[in-house]
T-cell receptor
């Protein structure tokens, strides 16, 4: 079984809709991250969390919010989706040595 | 702010050719360095990492990277590429041991022709 899972894997939605992307991990890591990947831009950090009570904004947090429901779960929400949020979204966890383990990604299309 | 640059956007090689992908970062302090690979349609996987010690790091699938502190570089190499190495390669850096400034480069797409 995968250590980091994301649901849904693909989602098409319309402008203005609220969307939640979910991430679960079985690695027992405290640290979790949300990134978006755009062609030619690599991965950019949206939010990160070092434990259930510690949530921090990343480089591009505007238009996004997160919830850390438990050590194993970290959700990303788009309160009102817009077309330029069309991207591939990755969740990751990290161990104390900073190596990051990635989920399979969620491809989100906002029409 | 920390930044990571990768020299090439797209590299095209024939099988058995040697590979070197450049990576430079901007932070002057202690860093942890990583190369990740993303095969088509898949998530990122760790190729290799450098935290300290021998600056020549060996990773999976015959890849290696050399950390040159004076040049702020961490270039990825492979002596003989295979078609299965076709993927996108990302260099990443953290500037300390806490992980919050985990910065990725824009990626280099490698196409290996059979």
């Amino acid at each position: 079984d995968a250590d980091v899972t994301q649901t849904p894997r693909n989602r098409i939605t319309k402008t203005g809709k609220r969307i939640m992307l979910e991430c679960s991990q079985t690695k027992g890591h405290d640290r979790m991250y949300w990134y978006r990947q755009d062609p030619g831009l690599g991965l950019r950090l949206i939010y990160y969390s070092f434990d259930v009570k510690d949530i921090n904004k990343g480089e591009i947090s505007d238009g996004y919010s997160v919830s850390r429901q438990a050590q194993a779960k970290f959700s990303l929400s788009l309160e009102s989706a817009i077309p330029n949020q069309t991207a591939l979204y990755f969740c990751a966890t990290s161990d104390p040595y900073n190596e990051q383990f990635f989920g399979p990604g969620t491809r989100l299309t906002v029409l | 702010a920390q930044s990571v640059s990768q020299h090439n956007h797209h590299v095209i090689l024939s099988e058995a050719a040697s590979l070197e992908l450049g990576c430079n970062y901007s932070y002057g302090g202690t860093v942890n360095l990583f190369w990740y690979v993303q095969y088509p349609g898949q998530h990122l996987q760790l190729l290799l990492k450098y935290f300290s010690g021998d600056p020549l790091v060996k990773g999976i699938k015959g890849f290696e990277a050399e950390f040159i502190k004076s040049k702020f570089s961490f270039n990825l190499r492979k002596p003989s590429v295979q078609w299965s190495d076709t993927a996108e390669y990302f260099c990443a850096v953290t500037e300390n041991n806490y992980g919050q400034n985990f910065v990725f480069g824009p990626g280099t797409r490698l196409s290996v022709l059979p």
